[in-house]
């Protein structure tokens, strides 16, 4: 039973630039969520996605934006990117019925930004 | 912002020694998860707590929380070098899939 998977594990993008970042959750799971965590800070919740639709989101301005797909995998897109959005991007699975609900976390995508 | 604040911001112990870590957090919670980071990789799931409990085990872990006081602790005992690690408290607003709201974390060093 696969974990959560995500790719590209490392990414180097310059300033002004668009990234897409991607997600395959846990087996099962129909909901994923993602999250930035800078560099020694800990992770802040970016939106989640459920039937294909946005259903939270965080604090985050619109040039993060996101889509799930009929197999419930997701992506995750920022334009214009910026140094301040250098961290790292963490995608996490869960079941959106189950209560409480435990997030399963990908390994992440390192995102330089220079 | 982040809701909770782990404390210690980090923490050095000798192997076979216990560890605790705190974490408090402002609003009113769901339930409450505490995660293990190794060097900045994904995030592992240790223990969940609801808000109605007080007191949670799982093998070495002892999870404690306290609504009146808005705060929860991590106790693991016996450390290992294999524990060092970051360990973030998150907290779960409300019933289903939801956002976590993360503290900074507390770094854990076991010194062989």
């Known amino acids: 039973d696969a974990g959560v998977t995500q790719s590209p594990t490392h990414l180097i993008k310059t300033r002004g630039q668009q990234v897409t970042l991607r997600c395959s959750p846990k087996s099962g799971h129909d909901t994923v969520s993602w999250y930035q965590q800078a560099l020694g800070q800990g992770p802040q919740f970016i939106f989640q996605y459920y039937e294909e639709e946005e259903r939270q989101r965080g604090n985050f301005p619109d040039r993060f934006s996101g889509h799930q797909f009929p197999n419930y995998s997701s992506e995750l897109n920022v334009n214009a990117l910026l140094l301040g959005d250098s961290a790292l991007y963490l995608c996490?699975?869960?079941?959106?019925?189950?209560?409480?609900?435990?997030?399963?976390f990908g390994p992440g995508t390192r995102l330089t930004v220079l | 912002s982040q809701q909770g604040e782990e404390d210690p911001q980090a923490l050095s112990i000798q192997e076979g020694e216990n560890a605790t870590m705190n974490c408090s957090y402002k609003?009113?919670?769901?339930?409450l998860q505490w995660y293990r980071q190794n060097s900045g990789r994904g995030l592992v799931h240790l223990i969940l707590i609801r808000s109605n409990e007080r007191e949670k085990h799982s093998g070495r872990l002892r999870v404690t929380l306290d609504t009146s006081k808005k705060s929860s602790s991590l106790l693991i005992t016996a450390s290992r070098a294999a524990d060092t690690a970051s360990y973030f408290c998150?907290?779960?607003?409300?019933?289903?899939?939801?956002?976590?709201?993360f503290g900074q974390g507390t770094r854990l060093t076991i010194n062989p």
């Open positions: 609003t009113s919670i769901n339930n």
């Open positions: 998150a907290t779960g607003l409300i019933q289903g899939a939801q956002k976590l709201v």
């Open positions: 996490a699975s869960s079941f959106m019925t189950s209560n409480p609900d435990t997030q399963y």
